[in-house]
């Protein structure tokens, strides 16, 4: 027979019967059981590098072919030769399919465990911001005056409205119809209120603020907003175990945005009638005064259009008078149209598509968990491979 086509524990017991050798005594010398010595010959253990170290220090004539000697690198110089990775992997595929299939497996089976959570949406979009132009000219005149009026149009951030503690507290105190039993809190809902509340009437209300608290913070988990910058739609999306309690919340938060930004804005255009009363009455004394002194003028100087100087200050007199009776006619008109758009109520946010109850869970995707497993599976088994070789 070949000797290069020998095993290296084949190589051994042919040393050792050649040499007449025992196997105690090669065990012995080898540092091994002789048990172990058998299962070397016998090709059913691996040998590592230490024992055969040791094989050739008590037998120096012991040789093994430099074919045999030791297996390609994997890593030469830092560097990961691919051809052996590959060949690694794939003389051990079936091992790694198997264990990539069976954690998939395990994964889906997982996957039933967890508790599904379905998504609600309502999708708001901004109305025309034409409803304050009739104001126009009335910022512009105050401007030309040197007041610094209020800004008709508002700019809301509609995140920071729906996350606000304002909306929250709201959510919070409703008692909720569901599909999975009665109406609810979501303190009660979630469970939160569990804890045995003891001590004084204070310390209750300590603990009531503190489960308050605590399902604020759970709710701002359930609840997430994206804004287009391009178009200014606004997707509210609510995420519960409940579909009906789901789309509930979805457009009571809707609701919500809408009626505190039309509050806000109808509260702007108070503000702004008063301004322009306010203003009114000092141009309406401002007018009364100029028209007094032309009256007074005319009356002390009979032939003032036949005196330069005269004339001179009747035309400025006049001037002042009629300037000031212009301002008082402006503000009157803008006046009206600030007790018109007062009342108006126009809404700022249309709702455009309300939410309705999903009919298909949003979590958990079976389908990823599976791929999920699937490929720490895989990067088990294949790194597995590579450290045994």
Known sequence: MNDDSLTIGQKIKRFRLINDIRQEEMAEKMGISRATLINYEKGHTTINMDVLTRLREAYPNFKINKKNKEKPRLINNGIIDFNILFKILFDRKLLILLTSFSMALIGYSTSFLLTNYYTAEISLYPAKKDNFQ????????????????????????????????????????IDWESSIGPKLNLIKLWKIDKKPLFGSTNQKKINMNYFNDLARKKLDDHI?????KLTGLIRINTTFRDPLLSSSIANFIGQQVQNYIQKENSAQSKKEKIFISERLEIVKNELESAEIKLKEFK?????????????????????????????????QQQLELARIEEVKQS???HILDKASPPTAKSSPNRLLICLAFSLSGFLFSSIKSIFEY
Do not use: C, H, T
């Not at 009739?134 to 809301?156: H, P, R, V, Y």
């Not at 997430?224 to 287009?228: A, G, I, L, N, R």
């Not at 036949?306 to 006049?318: C, G, K, R």
């Open 347 to 349: 809404p700022i946010l």
């Open 299 to 331: 009356e002390r100087n009979k032939g003032y259009e036949d005196s330069p100087e005269l004339f001179m200050i009747f035309s400025q007199l006049f001037r002042e008078s009629e300037a000031k009776k212009q301002v008082y006619l402006m503000l």
């Open 224 to 228: 997430s907003v994206k804004e287009d």
């Open 134 to 173: 009739g104001l126009g000219q009335f910022q512009s005149i105050a401007s030309n005056l040197g007041i610094n009026s209020a800004k008709n149009e508002q700019d809301f951030n509609i995140s920071d409205v729906v996350k606000s503690n304002l909306i929250a507290n709201k959510i919070i105190e």
